[in-house]
């Protein structure tokens, strides 16, 4: 089952040419979830060639302009195709507001349901087979969240040697016992799942955060991430600028990455306007004196996030 | 006195890569004045290094998504500059609630003064020193205006010849003359400017039609247009599509633009995603067969408007 992230967009506060706003869809399966959703990210869909047309989720970090303003074309360009469920908004109280004053006020025609959905605090959000997506608390200069979608654990592997020694053959109930269900062995007895698998093996965890001032508290939120994206939006020369206007530096994702335990990889993203391409290298050679296995999103990069045992 | 069309954008319903959605911003010596703000607008501003940050007038056509969810990132970073007059929104009913909502639920930080004017019937909707901009009413799916920025006559040419005949030296007095202003002669009588000038000159006149079906009520209003921007969605086959969507095919552009008598330049805009580059040179054809002097806009060209006489 693959599990990739499409990096729509690396920039904070405004688009430019090459660097559009900070959204990340992340497609599991044939199941997609929208990290954001600034002006234009429906140009950077496009560009990946992707059949975005029926999002499952869209989640909002929070409801400021360069974090929302490409919803309403992308509400009203998924009415282009037929849907049966409908489409899931997540985020922070004013989610509905925007949602429905953009239908309204713009007379958008939306052949589908929405489905809209304010987060008061912390906890799951969503779930579905497989996995579940939660929103943990930012801080920024208002109310924000990041998410975390984490598979459950998966059976442990399975050892034909242990099958056989137990007095199951070769053939369909192998296949059982590898998705962990019991089964009857050739002399009556019962043979237990676990008596043929190892321990069972975590799923695959994907954390997304912005904006936010550093804190301590987010490091938990996003242990033992595959991958974190995270905003790293200055240098630590603007460490102070960064704490005033609620954004972190590239150093302090990093720390947040170390700190967390068991992060795969740390993607920056959410960069401030100010740094020109070739300034963005600054952002992470500062970020991996930190995290070794920091590295800078790129627009219309495509992240695998495989398994890992 | 310049006056220069930017296009920023050419595209209906949807961005595309390399054709951001349908925007026009006139700049007639410092002043600014965007027709149009689709999302994604401010990065053609950008491309174009247009010190974009104190427009002036914002004018909208009509208030569905893809003609205006990039004014919310514009009015917030028309912030990052000082200013002392008022950014003056003009645009049909709904205009004042989408800018207010943007406001509110985006909770957008604004250094300066909006003000909104709502369009209820055509007519005068901005006026300036030697302009005004006229909205007429549109025929789309929606209430729907398009515009006519027009200057005021200017004095004619001066003939020096005259002048001196009738004994003003040249010097001072001729530029008050030019001017329009009376003076008095060398023998002292007084010499009034229509003694000295040629007929008055036109001013020049843009304007600017989307979204709208065709009807020939619009040639009247775009009369004597020295640019003429105007949509041309489809080509012919596709008539029908085009009057049940409320939109224009380039002939039917084409066909304003000869019948409302002396137009310079007809631009077509607005295409449908379905075309791709090559496919729009169809477009154009079909328009030139009806009005010679059509051609297809492109994001980020830069169009002149001179004075013709």
């Excluded at 400021?64 to 409908?86: E, F, N």
């Excluded at 996995?131 to 109310?143: E, M, N, P």
């Excluded at 990889?265 to 004196?289: C, F, M, N, V």
Aim: net charge negative.
């Amino acid at each position: 089952m693959n599990l990739e992230a499409f990096v729509l967009g690396t920039g904070g506060v405004m688009p430019l040419p090459g660097r559009h706003l900070t959204s990340v869809l992340l497609r599991r399966e044939g199941d997609l979830f929208l990290f954001d959703c600034g002006e234009g990210t429906q140009i950077s869909l496009r560009q990946l060639k992707l059949r975005w047309k029926k999002i499952n989720v869209v989640f909002l970090s929070h409801t400021h302009a360069d974090h929302v303003t490409g919803l309403p074309g992308i509400l009203m360009l998924s009415s282009q195709v037929d849907r049966d469920d409908p489409l899931y908004i997540i985020g922070p109280p004013n989610t509905a507001k925007y949602v429905e004053t953009s239908r309204t006020v713009l007379n958008m025609h939306i052949n589908y349901d929405i489905v809209v959905k304010e987060i008061t605090e912390p906890g799951i959000v969503y779930e579905d087979d497989g996995f579940s997506v939660r929103a943990f608390g930012l801080r920024h200069t208002r109310q924000c969240f990041g998410y975390a979608l984490e598979e459950e654990s998966r059976p442990g592997v399975f050892h034909p040697e242990l099958a056989r020694d137990c007095g199951v053959p070769e053939g369909p109930l192998w296949s059982k016992l590898q998705k962990g269900e019991s089964v009857e062995s050739a002399d009556g007895s019962t043979v237990e799942p676990d008596q043929v698998l190892g321990a069972a093996r975590h799923g695959r965890k994907f954390a997304y955060v912005t904006d936010t001032r550093y804190f301590d508290g987010i490091s938990r939120e996003v242990r033992g991430a595959d991958l974190l994206v995270c905003e790293g939006m200055f240098t630590d020369d603007l460490t102070a600028n960064a704490q005033d206007k609620g954004h972190m530096t590239a150093t302090q994702a990093a720390r947040v990455a170390r700190d967390a335990g068991n992060v795969g990889k740390l993607g920056l993203i959410h960069y401030s306007p100010r740094y020109t391409e070739h300034d963005l290298r600054k952002l992470a050679s500062e970020a991996r004196l930190v995290f070794k296995h920091s590295f800078l999103t790129r627009d219309r990069q495509v992240i695998d996030i495989p398994f890992t045992e």
